[in-house]
Structure formats: C-alpha cells, structure tokens
C-alpha cells in the first residue's frame, strides 16, 4: 500500500507514458482511480483543443464556401458537411482507421522522397484528423447559419460608407458572424470535448495502456466489476472541463460583444447534445 | 443458399460475389440491420413516453413530483453521453442481480460490495450461467433499449418542456375564459399546439438517435459494427471464402447506410413540419400564408 503521494507521482502522466510501467492490478484505491483517470484527461484536452483550433479555420472557409454563388464551390462544401454531420462520428473513427491501415507500410514514395506514413494509424494523428474534419463540418453549419442572419441594415450601412468587397468582409461581415455563432459555437465545443472519449473505443487502439479518461475507466470497471467509482470520477472530470470551456469561451463572447448595450448582448447558454 | 454455391472455391466473378453475398453469415449481417432499426422503433416511443413524462412532471403543481422531473431533464447536460451508456448497463445489471441475490441466494453474510467488487452467488447471475446464447443476446439488448430510451428521455422531457412553455400564453387564456377545466386545456389546447414547437428539437434529437445506434456494438450487442468488423476482417484459406482484408468496404456501406436514413428522415421531418406549421402563429406559418395569398 502506498501513499497517495507516491500513487501521484506513478500515475500522473502514465496517459503519455511517463512513470510507473504496469497499471494497478489489484487493491485499487479511490487515489489510484482518480490520478490514473485525470491522467486520461490529458488525451481528451489535447484532441478537443487541437481539433478545435484547427477546425475553427477549415470551418471559416467551409462557410464562405457555402455561402458563395459559384456551385463549384458551394457543392463540395455541401457534401462535405452533411458526410461529417450525416453520419455517427463512431463509424468516421473506423472508417478512417481502415483508410489510413491501407496505405504502404514503408511509405510513400514521391520524388525520390520517402514519406513516412504509419504514425497516421496511431490515435494522436489519426484520430486528431477525424475529430479536426469533423468539428469543422459542424462549425461550418453555425458560421453558415450565422453569416445568413446578419442584419441587411449592418451591410448597407457599410455599403453607403463605401466600405465593400474585402474590407466589408473582414471588418462588418466575419465579426458579426462571430459573435452571432459565439453562443452555439460554444455548445459545439463543449460537445466536442465530449466527443473525445470516443477515441479508444473505436478503431484506433491504445498502445501500452496509455489511453484517455474513458479508457482508464473502463479499465477499472472491468476489473472491479463496480460502476459506481470509476464512471462518476470521469463525470466530475468533465464537469470541471466544461465549466472551463464554459469560462473561456465566455470571456471571449464577452470581447466580441464589447460594443453593444448590456441588455442587447447575446449570452451562452447551455444546450445538452448527445452523440455526434 | 443456392445450388450453384456448394463449393465457393470453384466458383468466380459475379457467381462468387452473389454467393458470398448470400452466404449465413452475411444474412446474420442483413439482420442486425433490422436490430438498428428494432432499437430505433422502440426506444423512439418509449424516450417521447419518459420524456412527455418528465416533461409534465416539471410542469407539475405538487412540488415533490416537479423536483424529480427537474432532476431527470437537468441529468444529461454537461457530461458525455457515453458515460451514462456505459455506466447504466452495469447498473442496471447489477441492480437486477443484486435484487436477484437478496430473493434466491441463501448465505447473505457476505457483502454484496466487497471494498470496490461487486460478488453476487452463482443462482443470482442474470441471465443464469446456463441460459442459451439468444438469451444473452435478447438481455443485453434490452437493457440497451431501456438505457436509450432513459438517456434520451431525458433530451426529449427538455425539448418538450420547452414547447410547452412556448406555447402563447393567450390561447391558453382563451381556453379558460371558455370555461374549459385545467386538464381540458392541456388536453386540448396545449398539447396539439405545442408541436410546433417542439418538432425541430425532436428532428435534431431523432437525428442524433440514428447517429447513437452504433453504440450497441460498445453495449456488446452484436450490430451492423460488429458483423462489419467480423466479416471485413481477413480470410485466409481455410475459411470458404477467402479475402484480403475488406472493412474498409464495409464502413463504407455502413457510411452509406446512415447518410440514406439522414436524407429520408429530413425528407419525412420536413413535410411534418409543413403540415404542423400551417394556420400556426410562427415564422413557418406565416411565410405560408404569404405564399398561398
């Protein structure tokens, strides 16, 4: 029996492989449950933030896509978005492990240049690209929808300043379209987080046991055959990483609002989701 | 399944590919579709049942009654679904085999928890030990139903309880100064009115249930997920009908699956939504009373 000090320093970073080699086996501690699955947690906020970094640009272009006259453009987009928000994010995981199995094992050879390509079947990539497409085509449905309620008056009012073309877009159009999205955008990110734990529980595997917080948690339901500790813990875990999301994208609809009369300003709210 | 498939081996080309389409296992694979759309046809009803359920509880007078309804629709906000799959499966069952324990088994002495493990006596296990594998099957599916239909309970009690507060306040009134009871006002008035509102959260909340039927597989159900894994998966030699590795076609035909039931459900919803918008004091509604002037 060691110290839950001790136990801290085994397991805190065991998700990215540093400390203790082998996971508890036996005696299982609430200390031991509670370090090796906020240790999970580690993978969940790396997928979620990433994803949502880089999907926040993809999303931006998808919309503008979408919303443009050209159907060479607007097409793909369209189908772009209703595949990723068409179909359970479960099956995108699977089939883009099987995709990414398929190709050369020794690489890809173009000009002479060998690209290495297996780290793409690990989860950090592989899962990090699905989660990054799929956010996006999500996102892009509320930039979309917001871009098409913005006010006729705020865009004529640019137009009779002479303001058009680029810098209509950059200084009315895409701010107005941000902070009209920021409230759903919000949900969209919480709901990604939660997305996150789907990680490992489809196609892509966990190597060495270094998985997410699900992952560990399901691990000591399996051996304890007792529910009740492990996936309340990963409850709690995700609360306060909501409730983090909830702040700082909080802090920014404020900035985004900054202008507008207190009563006028649109405030996030909580919207529960489900299964993407 | 047909005369000419008696040895796959000296077969080819489309004969071979009709052969291996039909052989028992893929019909086993046919099937789990119609499990998806068994789950689906199930846990939809159920989930409007608890959520028109949970829904009116919050509405309630009685305060006991409103609190529960407010905890059942305050459930499912901030943490990921998944957790709650996984955790009322084995709730659910060990709850039914700890109520088991406590009627057949004789020596109660030791604890049922024992430190963080969970024991019950061989005679309480649900199903028993020696129950046929159908058994198996039909139980876990059915505790995944009745998780489903909780969980999702939960989302369709919020959405309804928001329709029904958004039903304008003056058609109510107009009902009682009519005379009309309270439990005549809810039956006539805002029930049939209260669709209106509620049918885009109910689409997007159909539309994520399709999307959740793939967590089956991880409920341990046999589904679509899991014959896809099974019989993509390599086949060497031995087998009758030997094949490289083929999931990925498979995921595919399930991709195509789930996209063809997104593209029918939001063709239906949306001539619901027509119907239901007509002569209705909305946006909806009034965009098609322009139209028809």
Known sequence: MSTCWETFGDYALRSIGIGAKLLPKTDFTLCQQFTLIGSGLIWNVYFGALALLFGFFLANALALARIAHSPWLRKPAEWFVFVFRGSPLFIQFFLAYEMLVMLPRTGINLLGLTIETSWLTRAWAGALIVLFLNTAAYSAEIFYGALRSIPKGDLEAAEAYGITGWTKFRRIQWPTMLRLAWPSYTNEAIFLFQSTTLVFFSGFPAFSQMGDALYYANYFADKTFNPFIPYPIVAFYFVLLTLGVIWLFGRINRYLNRHLPQNTRSRIRLRPQLVR | ?293
Not at chain 2, 102 to 122: T, W
Not at chain 2, 155 to 160: D, G, L, P, Y
């Open chain 2, 1 to 293: 399944m047909f005369a000419a498939c008696a040895d796959p081996k000296a077969i080819e080309g489309l004969t071979w590919l009709t052969c291996y389409l039909t052989s028992g296992k893929h019909l086993d694979f046919y099937w789990s579709f119609v499990t998806v759309l068994a789950l689906l046809a199930i846990t939809a009803p159920t989930a409007m049942a608890l959520g028109f359920g949970g829904a009116m509880a919050a509405r309630s007078q009685f305060a006991p009654l409103r609190w529960i309804g407010k905890t059942y629709t305050a459930m499912v906000r901030g943490v990921p679904d998944i957790v709650y799959f996984l955790f009322f499966v084995i709730a659910l069952d060990q709850g039914i085999e700890y109520l088991n324990h406590l009627r057949v088994c004789e020596d109660l002495s030791q604890p049922v928890f024992r430190g963080l493990e969970f024991h019950v006596c061989a005679e309480a296990k649900v199903p028993p030990a020696t129950a046929a594998p159908f058994v198996f099957q039909a139980y876990g599916f059915s505790l995944a139903v009745i998780t489903f239909a909780i969980v999702f309970g939960a989302f369709v009690a919020n959405v309804i309880y928001g329709a029904m507060q958004a039903v304008p306040r003056a058609q109510l009134e107009t009902g009682e100064a009519y005379g009309m009871s309270h439990g005549q006002v809810f039956r006539r008035i805002l029930v049939p009115q209260m669709w209106t509102y509620a049918l885009p959260g109910l689409t997007n909340l159909w539309m994520i249930l399709i999307k959740a039927t793939p967590l089956l597989f991880l409920l341990g159900v046999k589904d679509i997920v899991y014959y896809a894994r099974e019989l993509g998966g390599t086949k060497t030699q031995a087998y009758e009908y030997p094949h490289p590795d083929w999931r990925l076609f498979y995921f595919l035909g399930l991709l195509v699956f789930y996209l063809a039931m997104t593209k029918l459900s939001e063709i239906v919803l949306g001539r619901i939504s027509n119907r239901l918008s007509k002569g209705q004091a909305t946006a909806a509604g009034e965009a098609m009373r322009k139209a028809a002037i």
